[in-house]
């Protein structure tokens, strides 16, 4: 089981940036492929960038050059750098964990989410 704790949500201006966190619980946190979703009022959960073992990337095409994703695995912390923020970036982020073995498309492990609004 993996504990994920998300911060760094806030309000900011059409423009700005903020730098989400997740920190991870267990020593186990290198073996998973981590991933960044959002969900806006009314809209359902997706994916905005994962990242793998080995440190590769996937960035939703909404966020591609604006966003970027990394992994520190001594701190079992994965980060989102988020740069010229729009207001239709708001929403709800979470952070999630996907274990080896798993298919693409399932995480096993899911933060309680940070609230980012972005004012126009």
């Known amino acids: 089981q993996v504990q994920l704790v998300e911060s760094g949500g806030g309000l900011v201006q059409a423009g700005g940036s903020l730098r989400l966190s997740c920190a991870a619980s267990?020593?186990?946190?290198?073996?998973?492929?981590m991933g960044w979703f959002r969900q806006a009022p009314g809209k359902e959960r997706r994916l905005v960038a994962s990242?793998?073992?080995?440190?590769?990337?996937y960035y939703d095409d909404s966020v591609k050059g604006r966003f970027t994703i990394s992994r520190d695995n001594v701190k079992y912390t994965v980060y989102l750098q988020m740069n010229s923020l729009k207001p239709e970036d708001t929403a709800l982020y979470y952070c999630?964990?996907?274990?080896?073995?798993?298919?693409?498309?399932?995480?096993?492990?899911w933060g309680q989410g940070t609230q980012v609004t972005v004012s126009s």
């Open positions: 990242i793998s073992r080995a440190a590769g990337t």
């Open positions: 999630a964990a996907q274990k080896a073995g798993s298919s693409w498309n399932t995480y096993d492990f």
């Open positions: 267990g020593r186990t946190f290198s073996s998973y492929r």
